[in-house]
Each structure stands twice: as structure tokens, then as C-alpha cells.
């Protein structure tokens, strides 16, 4: 990975198609998501461009003609680069950077960008590599001297130059080195999940942007790192949660977004698992956006990619605080029935969430006493591997053992106590 210092603001246009798939409002809350993306990743907009068109032009996304314009636009305006709202073809990449002569970036490569950015530990440096090399195997052949050394900016924080002279076979033996890596690092999770099986599992999950870490923050009085900008968190946090005397461990993961690239979720597979593992699901919603409904179905998709659609889920409608239309409320509490409304940032109805983790834990667990004999230390020791022992005492003829676990893994303990 080429860290770049001394990052400056680069001025950019913004383009976006609207086929008619969707309403011209929506692709412009889309081209707005862009333009946040853009500021996460350094680049201040000059201009926003929605081109109307059937279909995407399968040599110029826009077509030619308006191609032609942006060039134009670009030189009068000291333009350094221009973004697309969508992941372009690398024949369209070659033919807009041959014909406009400026750094041509899509949505997939933005976002690439801002996780290099924010990578901070090896797991999710060597998950953003990994799929950054999976992005760039296609486009090998197109203009790589925007990724000289020489500056900073947008699109030039990532493999590096040792990638973009290395053949197809240095690369794909790169990807195979580094799938490899994950691999061991997922089945470290697993062997750590097996772990925690005697823990209420909880994992925080929403749109980036949604108040994930400042929640995560306020409940375990943690110091997660969170700002205002989209994927403020990549790495999973998990701390102990103490809620009534119970064993709770909370995770807080990587936020989700529209057209979030394949490549992406599949190397951020590990990471994503504290969320395929979890017993409860926090969905974090934040009320104040627009397109809040947008952002849960997002979210919602995203979760049944990743087999996690039937996983018990509280839905918190966060940032109530700077809500300026209070009737939303009502509309939120009559359509999403068992939500909760809060500020993450304020404290507000925090005890209610408590309350109810609490009382999915009560009724997701359950301690009993058993009594072994003395000679039973095999049985003992596997109620300790199952189970979180509360207390155990010893007599002349018994060991007394008073124990707490899942619903499963006390039916486990039951069939073996009784076999």
C-alpha cells in the first residue's frame, strides 16, 4: 500500500445517468451521496451532471457528445477529476481518460479509495488490498500515470506502482496470497465466536453515516473513533456489555451504502461475520435523512446477502434530537412497529434499547443448578466449556453447579447429564 502524505483538495465534477429506471429526484439524492463521498475522499464538487439517456453508452457511459462537453468544462474550469456515479466499464474508463485527459474515477473506485484512506489495522488493509487488485486486474490497460508519486489525491492511495507494472500473473498470485490471509483471519473469528457462545452476541448494523459508533460509544462507554462522514469505522469493535449482571458482547462493523462494491463485501467477509455470528441485530437508522426508508431496504438486502435475515433485529430511529418534523415519529412508531426512537449523541432513550437487550437476554438464556457427583469431573468440566458457571461449590458427596447458557447449549448439557 503507497501512503501518500500531504493529501490536498482536488476539484471535481459529478455525473450521474438517469435511464428512467428511477425518478430524476432520486438520482439526485444519489449524486448527492456522491458528492459526501467525494468530500469523505478529498474533492470538493464544481459541478453536478445528470445526463438523460435510454441506456448507458457502452464506449462513453454519457455518450460522446457530452464526453466532449465535460472535456471542454474540465480545461475552462481547472478540473482535476471527474467521478461516476456508477462502475464503469474499463473500456469506458480508457476512452474517457484518452479523450478528456483528466483522472476519470467511478463509484467503485471512489469508495475503494476512502477505505484505503481509513484502513488503520493489517486485517482491513489486507481486505481493502485484496479487493482494490480484484478491481484493477481488468483495467490494467488503461493511463496509470495519475497514480505517480509525485501528488496526492483521489485514486492514488492503493497498490502502488509495483502493481500497475507487475503482469496479470504477479497479481492474480497477489490475490491468491491474500485470499489466503483472510482465511486464516476468518478462522481465527470462528474459533473466537465458539468462544463466546456463552455471550448474547450483539452487532450494530445500519447505513453508513446512520450513529453506529457514537451508539456503540454510549452503551459500552467506549472511545470509538466517529465522524460526521461516510465510513467513519471499517475495523469491527467489540466490547463487553454490562447490562443487569449479563454477559453481552457488542460489535460495532463497517457501515453499509448503496452499490456497494462486490469485491468489497466479499473481502470484508471476516469482518462482516461479527454480524453473521450475532444473536440480536441493532439496526441503526438515521431519522433525519430523507431517504431514511431507502437506507433500511439497503440494509435490509444487505443482510439477507449475508444469511442474516432471520436474526432477531431492534430498529432504532437515531438522531431525534435535530429532528425538526416531530410528526415522523408517529408515522415511524405506527409503520415500524417495536422501534425505538433516540439520539445516540444526547442519551435519549437509551434505558429503553437497555430494557429491551436486557429482555432478550432473560429470555434467550437461562440458569438452572445441577449437582454432580465428585467423581463427575468430566461432566463438570464440559458444563464449564458450555456454559458461563456462576458459582460452584463442593460437599462430601457432590459438586453443586450453578450455571447460565443459551437455550441450545443448555439442552446440551441436559442430554449429557442425563445420557
Not at 233 to 258: C, E, K, P, Q, W
Not at 300 to 313: A, I, P, Q, R, V
Not at 323 to 346: C, D, F, H, M, V
Not at 377 to 387: E, R, V, W
Request: contains cysteine; glycine residues 4%; hydrophobic residues 35%.
Amino acid at each position: 500500500m503507497i501512503d501518500i502524505p500531504g493529501k490536498r483538495t482536488e476539484r471535481a465534477i459529478l455525473i450521474a445517468l438517469n435511464t428512467g429506471d428511477t425518478t430524476r429526484e432520486i438520482t439526485e439524492e444519489h449524486l448527492s451521496e456522491l458528492e459526501e463521498l467525494a468530500f469523505t475522499a478529498g474533492a470538493e464538487t464544481i459541478m453536478k451532471v445528470i445526463q438523460d439517456r435510454a441506456t448507458a453508452d457502452p464506449a462513453f457511459y454519457v455518450g460522446r457528445g457530452k464526453a466532449e462537453e465535460l472535456k471542454f468544462f474540465a480545461e475552462q474550469n481547472e478540473i482535476e477529476i471527474l467521478i461516476f456515479d456508477d462502475e464503469l466499464s474499463p473500456t469506458q474508463l480508457r476512452n474517457l481518460e484518452n479523450l478528456i485527459k483528466r483522472k476519470i474515477v467511478d463509484r467503485t473506485g471512489l469508495i475503494l479509495d476512502i477505505f484505503a484512506q481509513r484502513a488503520r489495522t493489517k486485517e482491513s488493509k489486507t481486505q481493502v488490498e485484496l479487493a482494490q487488485l480484484q478491481y484493477l486486474l481488468p483495467r490494467l490497460t488503461r493511463a496509470w500515470t495519475h497514480l505517480s508519486k509525485q501528488y496526492g489525491g483521489i485514486r492514488t492511495k492503493g497498490p502502488g506502482e509495483t502493481q500497475i507494472e507487475s503482469d496479470r500473473r504477479l497479481i492474480r498470485n497477489r490475490i491468491s496470497h491474500l485470499k489466503e490471509k483472510l482465511k486464516k483471519i476468518e478462522s481465527q473469528r470462528e474459533t473466537q465466536g465458539k468462544k463466546r457462545e456463552n455471550f448474547l452476541r450483539i452487532s450494530l448494523a445500519g447505513y453508513t453515516n446512520a450513529g453506529k459508533s457514537t451508539l456503540f460509544n454510549t452503551l459500552t462507554s467506549s472511545e470509538v473513533f466517529a465522524e460526521d462522514k461516510l465510513f467513519a469505522t471499517l475495523d469491527s469493535t467489540t466490547r463487553l456489555l454490562n447490562l443487569n449482571d449479563a454477559g453481552m458482547l457488542l460489535s460495532d462493523t463497517v457501515g453499509f451504502i448503496r452499490k456497494l462494491p462486490a469485491n468489497l463485501v466479499a473481502s470484508f467477509k471476516s469482518t462482516l461475520n461479527e454480524v453473521r455470528f450475532a444473536d440480536l441485530i441493532i439496526h441503526v437508522i438515521d431519522v433525519t435523512h430523507p431517504y431514511f426508508e431507502d437506507h433500511i431496504q439497503v440494509v435490509n438486502d444487505t443482510l439477507n446477502d449475508l444469511g442474516c435475515s432471520d436474526k432477531y433485529e431492534i430498529k432504532v430511529f437515531n438522531k431525534i434530537d435535530i429532528l425538526k418534523n416531530r410528526n415522523l415519529l408517529n408515522y415511524i412508531s405506527n409503520k415500524y412497529k417495536g422501534s425505538i426512537p433516540l439520539s445516540a449523541a444526547r442519551g435519549i432513550n437509551i434505558n429503553r434499547l437497555k430494557e429491551r437487550i436486557i429482555q432478550y437476554w432473560s429470555d434467550s438464556f437461562i440458569e438452572e443448578q445441577i449437582d454432580l457427583e465428585l467423581s463427575d469431573s468430566k461432566k463438570a468440566a464440559m458444563i464449564h466449556s458450555l456454559a458461563d458457571v456462576i458459582s460452584t461449590k463442593y460437599d462430601d458427596d457432590f459438586i453443586h453447579i450453578i450455571y447460565r447458557a443459551s437455550k441450545g447449549n443448555a439442552e446440551k448439557i441436559k442430554r449429557m447429564i442425563n445420557g
